[in-house]
């Protein structure tokens, strides 16, 4: 990893009766959900592409990432899988998922 990549840490959750939902902590209210665990996690690169067009819309940056221990200690709810996903933020481009955008702790 690089100067121009971040590494953000990527939750799915699952309350009861609900579906499962998967989200990343650092940028506030995106979510996806998925009826399993691989179904969140499939949509979630589709979210966080839809969150960093609206940042780049709005002229807004990135967040800085927080380190896991401050991620999962911020939620309330039960956490079924933690992973970190990779955002590419080189000044020449926008901000985008990289080709290898997560993987396991």
């Known amino acids: 990893m690089d100067k121009t990549t971040r590494r953000y840490v990527a ?4 309350e009861p ?8 902590p ?9 009826d399993t ?3 969140a996690k499939a949509n ?3 979210a966080v592409t839809t969150y960093l067009d609206g940042m780049e819309a709005d002229g807004r ?11 999962l200690a911020d939620i309330e709810e ?9 955002i590419d933020v080189a000044p ?3 901000p985008s998922l990289t080709d290898k955008n997560s993987f396991r702790r």
């Open 26 to 34: 650092d940028f506030g209210a995106m979510l996806t959900t998925g």
């Open 78 to 86: 039960p956490v079924v899988e933690d992973y970190v996903i990779e």
């Open 37 to 39: 665990i691989e179904e």
């Open 92 to 94: 020449e481009s926008e």
């Open 17 to 24: 009766d609900t579906p499962y939902l998967g989200t990343v």
């Open 44 to 46: 979630l690169p589709d």
């Open 61 to 71: 940056s990135l967040p800085e990432p927080r380190s896991r221990k401050a991620v």
């Open 11 to 14: 939750v799915i959750i699952k």
